[in-house]
């Protein structure tokens, strides 16, 4: 059915991606399109969104671990000058790779890197988005979307990595979609 929307909770700067007082303390990541490997124990979470929290004394690095995936994102990399999202089963099979500019903008479409099955790969090909509410909560301003309701989102992307947008509206019994 999708994500609750929900305001968005300030956690502590990552002064290289936010202005002071603007980075969150959480951001979500969907992943579709990744093809299982021979070594998976389990299928891909194509479909899925993750929550993923701001670490304390790394704030621009964010992590989910679950009792069945382990994800990863880190904003900014002084060292390597680039953003890094990253899947694995919990045990340590990588599924889900992708590095790009440092600071990319909310919804950018992560490619993984990872194409070929050997050791220690569980999946390869597919696409990561992350995002943090701004645009969610701007749509539903935008839009006057009813506000005042539980209100349900979800994220796809197409084929030529166009978000999409998709609020469900269970009070009103209404869906909307947004093409970014």
């Known amino acids: 059915m999708g994500t609750p929307v929900k305001p968005v909770i300030l956690g502590s700067d990552c002064p290289q991606c936010w202005s002071p007082g603007k980075s969150p303390e959480n951001v979500w990541v969907y992943f579709a399109g990744i093809e299982r490997c021979p070594l998976a124990i389990k299928s891909p979470p194509n479909g899925q969104t993750f929550k993923l929290t701001q670490d304390p004394d790394n704030p621009c690095f964010y992590e989910h671990t679950g009792s069945e995936w ?37 919804c950018f479409v992560y490619h993984s890197t990872i194409e070929v099955c050997q050791w220690p790969v569980a999946g390869r090909f597919g696409v990561g988005v992350v995002h943090w509410m701004g645009i969610v909560l701007h749509l539903i301003v935008a839009f006057n979307l009813p506000s005042s309701s539980y209100i349900m989102h979800e994220l796809f992307v197409t084929d030529e990595d166009r978000i999409v947008y998709k609020f469900c509206f269970p009070k009103y019994s209404m869906n909307v979609k947004f093409l970014l």
Do not use: K, Q
């Open 70 to 106: 382990h994800v990863w994102w880190r904003a900014f990399d002084p060292i390597f000058m680039e953003s890094m999202l990253y899947l694995e089963e919990v045990g340590g099979l990588g599924i889900f790779v992708s590095r790009t500019i440092n600071c990319p903008p909310e």
